[in-house]
Nanobody, 128 residues
Framework: QVQLVESGGGSVQAGGSLKLSCAAS????????MGWFRQAPGKEREGVAA????????NYADSVKGRFTISQDSAKNTLYLQMNSLKPEDTAMYYC?????????????????????WGQGTQVTVSS
């Protein structure tokens, strides 16, 4: 059974940084897609960043480009999201996601339907 467990969320002032981690278990980590989504109250779920674990290619939402970095440690089966220059509009619940069913995309996808497995989420709050 696939399990994704996020950690690293918290409260920070605007301009600050946080690093989220996602520990994956029961999952074939290599050659697949993983990513981060977020959802704020009253807003639609948004794909933030995604990575192809087999080669390391990445994709980012325009809203976070240049500020967020997705990375992986395949030896630890762990996914990361480094978030710098945080803004109040980054406040949301952040979810780690993974795809189990193969497939090939030109860029790691940011569409929610692609991902089979979702973590429980970790809250990020950015104050102005």
């Amino acid at each position: 059974q696939v399990q994704l467990v996020e950690s690293g969320g918290g409260s920070v002032q605007a301009g600050g940084s946080l690093k989220l981690s996602c520990a994956a278990s029961g999952y074939t980590y290599s050659s697949n897609y993983m990513g981060w989504f977020r959802q704020a109250p009253g807003k639609e779920r948004e794909g933030v960043a995604a990575i192809y674990t087999g080669g390391g290619s990445t994709n980012y939402a325009d809203s976070v480009k240049g500020r967020f970095t997705i990375s992986q440690d395949s030896a630890k089966n762990t996914l990361y999201l480094q978030m710098n220059s945080l803004k109040p509009e980054d406040t949301a619940m952040y979810y780690c996601v993974a795809r189990r069913d193969g497939g090939t995309w030109f860029r790691p996808p940011l569409e929610a339907w692609v991902y089979n497995d979702w973590g429980q989420g970790t809250q990020v709050t950015v104050s102005s």
